[in-house]
Nanobody, 122 residues
Framework: VQLVESGGGLVQAGGSLRLSCTYS????????MGWFRQAPGKEREFVAS????????YYHDSVKGRFAISRDNAKNTVYLQMNSLKPEDTAVYYC????????????????WGQGTQVTVSS
């Protein structure tokens, strides 16, 4: 299994980015998928998660109402739409897969992507 993120970059505060994570391997639709982020000098933290069918989503309080996670099981891809970005959203964003999970938590992650840098300037 391989996870490859894309879509990161530099954006001004208030702007938007859409991250994508493409899954290579069997049975994508048995995995709950999540996004985590890690800022310099900080621990990796949960951002958002989506169940294997896409029927349930979960968000960290700091991104509720600004970020939206979605998935397309036909394309083996999960997305993170990020709006109203703030400088404190600056971090490396990681995609994660949790087989048979509901909410992706750090301890349950089976696979990680390599990360994509998001930088929000003030």
């Amino acid at each position: 299994v391989q996870l490859v993120e894309s879509g990161g970059g530099l954006v001004q505060a208030g702007g938007s980015l859409r991250l994508s994570c493409t899954y290579s391997g069997p049975t994508f639709d048995t995995y709950a998928m999540g996004w985590f982020r890690q800022a310099p000098g900080k621990e990796r933290e949960f951002v958002a998660s989506i169940s294997w069918r896409g029927s349930s989503t979960y968000y960290h309080d700091s991104v509720k109402g600004r970020f939206a996670i979605s998935r397309d099981n036909a394309k083996n891809t999960v997305y993170l739409q990020m709006n109203s970005l703030k400088p404190e959203d600056t971090a490396v964003y990681y995609c994660a897969a949790d087989r048979f999970g509901t909410v992706v938590t750090f301890s349950r992650v089976d696979y990680w992507g390599q990360g994509t840098q998001v930088t929000v300037s003030s």
